[in-house]
């Protein structure tokens, strides 16, 4: 059984207090500017959008006392969101400083990008490492290691339930990532007549993978995503981990809002996936099998309900998943493996 270091209280009163100031986003308007075109004698304004090395033109309307009204407005709110942002920033500087986990510079530009598209906002959640990782500010703890890569694996479907209200500009998160000036490129499909779900910066080992539900019978056709304009790769049980997704706030300047899977949900899939490892990956499943346990002994400890609510929503999967998460449960820590087999059968008898 590892050992896991609980944080003091006081950081997990900091990051809540962090999470109520980042629900709702703050821009500085640093990356937008408001200019105007005079045509024959009258004013046409645009909105001016800079990505990485690209700058985007939305045309606003003919000069109007309204319209001028309405930019002078949002300049405003660029201001008065200097308090909040210096705030979240001072939180986030002294939760780092405490031991709780951040992210990579890398880690840290992508989801940033993803966060001022608006991705999170429509349901996609980030899974595998970086939930791992968030989990530990969550839950207040130190992992003894996540023992995982810089790849961002970002996860969403068609149909799904909202944590907050969806933007109201339309999302190409493909073109975002491309014009982000990071360098990303997109990875060729192993069909080349597939679109690609999987962009890659050039020269580096930092990859973004996008991911959705497996609907059916098995395929590798990429899923066309609507609300994020770009296609995912499709992986079975994927939905399991979406059913009820949960906010979280990663470590990285003014603090970033994310969605991730809910822990005990993660915990089982990883047992899951670890069986499904064929033996070229025996390195990744014991990884998962790692996560897997540490998150299970924090839940046991703090919130075992969790355990036993992921529980019954794993067997809507299927006997097979089932089957799959017993069997990876009996290689984690015996006594772990226990308890939680344990905490199981008190679920469904005080369901019964």
């Not at 540490?294 to 992921?310: G, H, K, M, W």
Request: aromatic share 8%; glycine share 6%.
């Amino acid at each position: 059984m590892k050992t896991i270091e609980y944080l003091p209280n006081s950081l997990s009163v900091q990051y809540s207090e962090l999470m109520q100031n980042c629900v709702h986003p703050i821009s500085d308007g640093s990356n937008l500017s408001f200019k105007y075109k005079t045509i024959n004698d009258k004013r046409y304004w645009y909105l001016y959008i800079s990505v990485g090395s690209t700058r985007r033109e939305h045309y606003l309307g003919e000069e109007t006392t309204e319209l001028l009204d309405q930019i002078d407005d949002e300049k405003t709110r660029w201001e008065s969101n200097a308090d909040d942002r210096e705030l979240r920033h001072r939180l986030v500087n002294m939760l780092i400083g405490g031991g709780m986990a951040t992210v990579t510079r890398d880690e840290g530009k992508v989801i940033s990008l993803l966060e001022r598209n608006g991705v999170f906002l429509i349901g996609a959640a980030l899974v595998g490492t970086l939930a791992f990782r968030a989990y530990a500010n969550m839950l207040s703890v130190a992992w003894t290691s996540d023992a995982g890569t810089q790849d961002i694996d970002l996860a969403a479907d068609n149909h799904y339930e909202l944590v907050l209200p969806r933007p109201r500009s339309p999302i190409n998160l493909r073109q975002a990532i491309l014009d982000s000036g990071m360098g990303f490129f997109e990875v060729p499909a192993l069909n080349r007549k597939q679109p690609s779900t999987s962009f890659k910066i050039r020269g580096r080992d930092f990859i973004v993978d996008v991911l959705a539900p497996m609907k059916g019978r098995e395929t590798a056709r990429p899923v066309h995503l609507s609300d994020l304009g770009t296609y995912a790769s499709p992986l079975r049980h994927l939905d399991y981990l979406l059913g009820d997704p949960q906010p979280a706030v990663l470590l990285y300047e003014h603090g970033i809002m994310v969605n991730v899977p809910a822990p005990g949900r993660f915990a089982i899939h990883k047992c899951v996936v670890s069986e499904k490892r064929p033996a070229a990956f025996a390195a990744k499943a014991l990884k998962d099998r790692s996560q897997a346990e540490q998150v299970f002994q924090v839940l046991l400890e703090n919130r075992p309900t969790d355990i036993s609510l992921a529980y019954e929503a794993a067997k809507a999967q299927g006997e097979a998943f089932v089957s799959d998460f017993h069997a990876g449960l009996r290689l984690i820590d015996e006594d772990v493996g226990a308890a939680v087999h344990r905490q199981i059968k008190d679920g469904q008898k005080r369901g019964q």
